[in-house]
């Protein structure tokens, strides 16, 4: 597809369960990003990956949650034992970096969000 | 520390009249680059505009330019002749990032709410 695909886009859970949310990014897009946005917030970054590897993943917030890219191009954000505090809009972005004067850059084009609502 | 402040949680413009969204940053790194989105209701961000901190002029896209003053930390951004569909929510990031290896994170702002009223 032309942009950043993400499934579900509305995910309605109990606590306790187990919910994966997928983002597909534009194709040839290395760098991969998974976001939070907590509802009045700007979003919070969870983890980050360069190719398969996750090159930093400083933002998640516990053990209860993992991502995987075994591919490089699709990714999956895995939430175990969810909490109504899991609650939130995940955001997956993808960018093909490029280096210009020793810098990375590269625009972050952002999917429409999976809304993840925790009973 | 907070790295990206956005001091207007909500502005209130009359369509047609130019707009000034304040941002401020906090950074020791001398390599960084500055973005701002937009997120209308439907919730996708939207990429407008970026400004590198080594960019001589200030970025301009459209209807958008940025006011970079470095000296001072603020990447303010300005929409010119605003129009109904200027109004979303938009959010000032911040990527810090000198290893060629590997980019940092993009660090956001809260945000500021952009009503045009016609």
């Known amino acids: 597809g032309a942009g950043v695909s993400q499934t579900p886009s509305n995910k309605v859970t109990e606590k306790g369960k187990y919910v994966e949310l997928r983002c597909d990014p534009i194709s040839g897009h290395t760098a991969l990003y998974w976001y939070r946005q907590s509802l009045g917030q700007g979003p919070e970054f969870l983890i980050y990956?360069?190719?398969?590897?996750?090159?930093?993943d400083s933002g998640l917030p516990n053990d209860r949650f993992f991502a995987v890219r075994p591919e490089g191009s699709v990714s999956t954000l895995k939430i175990q034992r969810t909490e109504r505090g899991d609650s939130a809009v995940y955001l997956c972005?993808?960018?093909?970096?490029?280096?210009?004067?020793?810098?990375?850059?590269?625009?972050?084009?952002f999917g429409e969000g999976s809304r993840l609502t925790v009973l | 520390a907070q790295k990206i402040t956005q001091t207007q949680p909500g502005m209130f413009v009359q369509e047609k009249e130019a707009v000034t969204l304040d941002c401020t940053y906090d950074t020791s790194d001398p390599s960084y680059g500055l973005f701002w989105y937009k997120q209308p209701s439907s919730g996708e961000m939207i990429f407008p505009i970026y400004?590198?901190?080594?960019?001589?002029q200030n970025a301009t896209e459209g209807r958008y330019s940025l006011n970079f003053q470095k000296a001072r930390k603020s990447a303010n951004l300005v929409i010119s002749a605003s129009q109904l569909g200027d109004s979303a929510m938009y959010f000032c990031a911040m990527r810090e990032s000198v290893i060629i290896q590997g980019a940092q994170k993009l660090v956001f702002g809260q945000g500021t709410r952009l009503t045009i009223n016609p």
């Open positions: 400004q590198g901190s080594y960019d001589q």
């Open positions: 990956f360069q190719g398969t590897g996750a090159a930093d």
């Open positions: 972005a993808s960018s093909l970096l490029r280096s210009s004067g020793g810098l990375l850059t590269g625009e972050l084009f």
